[in-house]
Nanobody, 125 residues
Framework: DVQLQASGGGLVQAGGSLRLSCAAS????????IAWFRQAPGKEREGVAC???????HYADSVKGRFTISSDNAKNMVFLQVESLNADDAAVYYC???????????????????WGQGTQVTVSS
């Protein structure tokens, strides 16, 4: 079975940074694009970053310049470096896999085929 294991969340002060990791198993990065979504209480799940099969990076406008997605294909890992965190970034972060292009995946969670469990990011003021 496909598994996506997210980790690296935690409590961080506003302005701080974190590195989230997603360990993927039984899935090929040659077939799937990998995205990060987040969901805050009372809000819809939103796509924040996606890395394509070809290594292209795509970001939601709200995180451009602050978040960086990367992958280590040899280890089947995807990372999300999150910096300059603010209260709006507090959420549960999920990694996800989809065969759809990143431009589609980022805008619709319905394009996701496989979800990982989330990792909580809490931002203190």
């Amino acid at each position: 079975d496909v598994q996506l294991q997210a980790s690296g969340g935690g409590l961080v002060q506003a302005g701080g940074s974190l590195r989230l990791s997603c360990a993927a198993s039984e899935i090929s990065f040659d077939t799937y694009n990998i995205a990060w979504f987040r969901q805050a209480p009372g809000k819809e799940r939103e796509g924040v970053a996606c890395i394509s099969r070809e290594g292209g990076e795509h970001y939601a406008d709200s995180v451009k310049g602050r978040f960086t997605i990367s992958s280590d294909n040899a280890k089947n890992m995807v990372f999300l470096q999150v910096e300059s965190l603010n209260a709006d970034d507090a959420a549960v972060y999920y990694c996800a896999a989809s065969p759809s292009i990143c431009e589609v995946v980022l805008h619709t969670a319905r394009a996701v085929f496989h979800w990982g469990q989330g990792t909580q990011v809490t931002v203190s003021s």
